[in-house]
């Protein structure tokens, strides 16, 4: 493949990515984005994403995005929830699409292939392709050009699942002037600002009755919080290996039955002629082959017809040294020829490929091995604990869950079993309890203290997998719900019951005003009503960043007909928005580029169904005490 790479230098494929979709890649390997570390933060099907991935990705985002953080404290936490969530949501995407790609079987020639990484500029030199530097890049990510050149494959199988999205995609001429007309028109609306403030009688007064009505309608908000003493046990891996003994003879017994595991796979050091087809015809290199295998027969110098004849200028350079290989590392005729040669210093018979005709040389073999267990008893040390430590948390778990059963009341039996002391919280708020207690600031085990299960019958909780945790706990004890005294919020009661009528008086207000103007009322009539001035706003566009969405959103779902609409822009805060004119916007844009924008939004819409579609069908499983 590489060399067929040196040797095109022209054609090339345009791919249009229609959506955010997360898919990037430069110099690292589309399974290590799913993979690293142990801990997952998602499953698609079968394939895992891992915390390292998710990360990486976010880091990336979040640096991007970096001037668009809320100075905020808590809003900045938010906004940095919401972002990692989006990031995961392209990564399950993007495994999704992938699948159906596989599913469906498309195929990419390797003439694409190979015009594709010509095409990559970071491949590039002096704005030519340049395969030193390819190799190199490559080499210092640690990347075999036959990893990557597998991996660019599932990655152009990807982009032609799009590519045939937009394929697919069509509009008339008349349709584009339509969503032409649509997307550059320009409204102009007035804007009346209400707050329930404008509408509260600060004079009136409140019968006893009034307010104590209220008091017992709405007991839950004066509230105190409750306190629980909860009582907990906490077994994790780490335990587990520190009570974990063995012997030496132990180790050896292991390293006996798993020695496959250990085994270091035969290598060969290779060196090869090559003729490309693309540098002369299949005909003449077939006659060319045969001719220089007659000259190593008799017994001319391998190197010396490197030199010679060898289209492969890298390995040229080396005598033809291809370095040391591995089974299945090359294609599938080179692989055999190169280890189906018998001694070292002896030669292939000739190998035919699509690419051209090549002739190998064993120059060196390093046989396959079982290292001595001396060698690596410290491997085999942590791959036994860590069998021993899989076998014995899944036994401990079936048991824990048996004991916690048998014995729903009490923690004590699991106590003694696990030999790991209960901890208590003591009586307090929640709030304060997981302050002190961090494990219990997970929101699989909070999910479990609200169950009826423990929070309502006081039973055990399930054992409960937190990161490399098992948490078993129970409600022990819980204070009454307690209530602030009524004398102690009279004055909070007043205030909630003048607010809440003068709520309810401003809806009743903007329903009366919005029925006045779809019976013809002038703006006018309505801003001495309420004695308060509408701000009027000219020729808005869709794309409009200096109002808030909401506005604007409602502003362009009103007609002529219904043309006043009212939203909550606060706690007890309204919008009335009453449209005034819809004007046709005009465009710089030529009917090419028009047409190229509403096909992509098109495509958009299109992969958007698709993917929620494919979403629907496949076993998605988020684990979000990982996040």
């Known amino acids: 493949m590489l060399q067929n790479i040196r040797d095109r230098s022209t054609g090339w494929l345009a791919y249009v990515i229609v959506i955010g979709i997360s898919i990037p890649f430069a110099l690292w390997g589309i399974d290590q984005y799913f993979t690293g570390t142990n801990i997952d933060v998602a499953k698609v099907n079968e394939t895992k994403i891992s915390l390292e991935r998710l990360d990486n990705e976010y880091q990336d985002r979040l640096q991007e995005m970096q001037t668009l953080i809320s100075e905020n404290q808590e809003e900045a936490e938010l906004q940095k929830k919401i972002i990692k969530r989006t990031v995961l949501d392209e990564l399950i995407d993007s495994v999704i699409v992938r699948e159906f790609v596989r599913t469906n079987k498309f195929k990419i020639s390797e003439n694409q292939l190979i015009s594709d990484i010509k095409n990559n500029k970071i491949f590039h030199t002096n704005n030519k392709f340049n395969p030193k530097r390819y190799e190199k890049l ?86 105190l919080p409750e306190k629980y003493d909860i009582e907990y046990l906490v077994y994790n891996k780490k335990i587990l290996r520190e009570q974990l003994s063995f012997s030496n003879d132990n180790l050896e017994n292991y390293y006996k039955e798993n020695q496959f595991k250990y085994i270091i796979p035969e290598k060969r050091k290779i060196s090869q002629i090559f003729l490309s087809n693309i540098k002369s015809s299949k005909i003449s290199n077939g006659e060319l082959i045969k001719e220089i295998l007659e000259k190593l027969k008799q017994g001319e110098s391998f190197e010396s017809l490197v030199v010679k004849y060898s289209d492969d200028k890298l390995s040229n350079k080396k005598q033809g040294n291809i370095g040391w290989i591995s089974r299945n590392e090359l294609t599938e005729e080179i692989n055999n020829a190169a280890f189906n040669i018998n001694k070292v210093n002896s030669i292939s018979n000739i190998v035919e490929t699509s690419q051209g005709f090549y002739i190998l040389k064993l120059s060196d073999i390093k046989e396959a091995k079982i290292p001595n267990f001396n060698d690596i008893e410290n491997i085999v040390k942590i791959d036994y604990e860590n069998s021993q430590i899989q076998n014995r948390y899944e036994t401990i778990f079936e048991d824990v869950s048996n004991l916690l059963y048998e014995n729903p009341n009490s923690l004590d039996k699991v106590e003694d079993y696990l030999s790991v002391k209960k901890v208590s919280t003591n009586l307090n708020t929640l709030s304060k309890i997981k302050k002190e207690h961090k494990i219990l600031n997970n929101e699989k085990v909070l999910n479990a203290l609200r169950s009826d299960q423990v929070y309502v019958d006081n039973y055990n909780s399930l054992p409960l997998e937190v990161k490399d945790s098992i948490v078993m706990l129970r409600i022990k004890n819980k204070s009454e719900k307690e209530y602030k005294k009524y004398n102690s919020v009279e004055k909070e009661i007043e205030s909630l019951i003048s607010t809440e009528n003068a709520i309810l008086k401003m809806k009743d207000t903007i329903t009366n005003i919005e029925n006045k103007i779809l019976n013809g009322s002038n703006i006018k009539e309505i801003e001495n009503l309420v004695n308060k001035k509408s701000t009027y706003y000219s020729s808005i566009e869709r794309t409009n960043n200096e109002l808030p969405a909401t506005i604007i959103s409602n502003v362009f779902n009103l007609t002529r007909e219904k043309n006043v609409t009212s939203i909550e822009s606060g706690t007890g805060n309204f919008e009335l928005i009453v449209l005034d004119k819809i004007e046709n916007g005009e465009t710089d844009l030529s009917q090419k580029s028009l047409k190229t924008m509403f096909y992509n939004e098109q495509a958009n819409s299109i992969l958007y169904s698709l993917i929620q579609s494919l979403r629907e069908q496949a076993d998605i499983k988020i684990y979000p005490e990982n996040l």
Do not use: M, P
């Open 138 to 223: 490559l080499e210092s990510q640690g990347i075999k050009t036959t990893e990557y050149e597998k991996i660019r494959l599932s990655e152009l199988k990807t982009l032609q699942f799009y590519n045939n999205i937009v394929a697919s995609t069509f509009l008339t001429t008349q349709q584009i002037q339509d969503l032409k007309k649509l997307k550059y028109q320009t409204r102009s609306f007035k804007l009346l600002s209400l707050s329930y403030k404008d509408f509260k009688n600060e004079k009136k007064i409140y019968t006893q009755k009034e307010k104590k009505d209220f008091y017992i309608k709405y007991k839950n908000i004066f509230s």
